[in-house]
Nanobody, 123 residues
Framework: QVQLVESGGGLVQAGGSLRLSCAAS????????IGWFRQVPGKERDIVAA????????YYTDSVKGRFTISRDSAKNTVTLQMNSLKPEDTAVYYC????????????????WGQGTQVTVSS
C-alpha cells in the first residue's frame, strides 16, 4: 500500500508561483511512477505532469510546458511540482497519484491517490 499526502496549495495572483509536494509513506517511490492531475468541478481529472521515478523521465501536458516542473527528492521520498507563471485557468484541485513503474496520462490507470490540494489563481 502507498499513502500519498499533498501539500502546498493556496491562493496566488496570476503570474505567481506555487510549489506542491507529494509525500509517500508505506512504500518508496523507487518502483513507482508519479502523476500530478488536476480537476475542476464538472470536469474529468486531467494529467498535468508525470515522472518515472527510476529514470527521471518526465511528461508535461502542453498547457503547462515551460511553466511547471516535476522533480523528485529521494532522501525525502517526495515529488514536487513547481508551478510558475500561473494563470487563472490553472485553478483546480491538484492530486498526486502513483502507479507501478511506468506513467500514463489516464487517471484510471493510477491506483494510489492523495487527498488533493486546492490551487486558486486570481486574475
Amino acid at each position: 500500500q502507498v499513502q500519498l499526502v499533498e501539500s502546498g496549495g493556496g491562493l496566488v495572483q496570476a503570474g505567481g508561483s506555487l510549489r506542491l509536494s507529494c509525500a509517500a509513506s508505506g512504500r518508496t517511490f523507487s518502483s513507482l511512477a508519479i502523476g500530478w492531475f488536476r480537476q475542476v468541478p464538472g470536469k474529468e481529472r486531467d494529467i498535468v505532469a508525470a515522472m518515472k521515478w527510476s529514470s527521471g523521465s518526465t511528461y508535461y501536458t502542453d498547457s503547462v510546458k515551460g511553466r511547471f516542473t516535476i522533480s523528485r527528492d529521494s532522501a525525502k521520498n517526495t515529488v514536487t511540482l513547481q508551478m510558475n507563471s500561473l494563470k487563472p485557468e490553472d485553478t483546480a484541485v491538484y492530486y498526486c497519484a502513483a502507479r507501478p513503474f511506468i506513467y500514463t496520462i489516464r487517471a484510471g490507470d493510477y491506483a494510489y491517490w492523495g487527498q488533493g490540494t486546492q490551487v486558486t489563481v486570481s486574475s
